[in-house]
């Protein structure tokens, strides 16, 4: 099927179940349900209705029960309001990206507080050598004595006195 269609058809089907679960719906368990995502197969037949829930584990537990009990309800309704010949059949799925989300956002608090720590360890502290270990144009003198120090000056010196030989 057209990827469009697909995608046009899992936007409508998410809409459907916003409303339902909003007016329709009036099951007790069902705790304060968002309608995240929801995909559809290439071949219409199957859509995956992901949601979140804010709230404990138990009341997770519950949402997820009500949507299971209330899904030839929306199915229906979702056959209705779309006029596909076929009504793709629902999996309602609990998202995790919230959760992932506020996990990393936790994660990332904690590096911005040890980064301060580090900071703060780290304002009275000076480099170790000097404070400009490069060499500048002008520096011919430190360049003499680096040569003297390795030895270059004496091979040189045999260079030129070979050349001049020849």
């Known amino acids: 099927m ?21 007016r329709r719906i009036k099951d007790p368990r069902l705790g304060f349900v968002t ?6 197969t290439g071949d219409l037949r199957d859509a995956t209705v992901f949601y979140t829930v804010f709230g404990s584990e138990a ?8 949507l299971e009990s209330a899904k030839g309800v929306i ?3 979702v056959g209705r309001q779309t006029g596909v010949r076929h009504t793709p059949t629902l999996t309602f799925s609990h998202d995790p990206l919230p959760d992932n989300a ?28 000097e404070p400009d270990p490069y060499r500048k144009p002008g520096d011919e003198d430190l360049e003499a ?11 040189e010196s045999s260079d030129r006195a070979g050349r001049s030989a020849q």
């Not at 309608?35 to 559809?40: E, G, L, N, Q, S």
């Not at 009341?59 to 009500?66: C, F, H, L, P, S």
């Not at 004595?145 to 091979?155: K, N």
């Open 59 to 66: 009341e997770r537990a519950d949402t997820a029960a009500a």
């Open 2 to 22: 057209d990827a469009a269609r697909a995608r046009k058809l899992a936007d409508r089907i998410q809409q459907i179940v916003a409303e339902m679960l909003e």
């Open 145 to 155: 004595d680096d040569d003297l120090l390795s030895g270059d000056i004496g091979a």
């Open 35 to 40: 309608v995240t995502d929801t995909k559809i």
């Open 102 to 129: 506020r996990h990393l956002d936790g994660l990332l608090a904690e590096v911005r507080a040890r980064d301060e720590e580090i900071a703060k360890k780290a304002e009275g502290a000076v480099h170790a050598g």
């Open 75 to 77: 199915r229906s309704e």
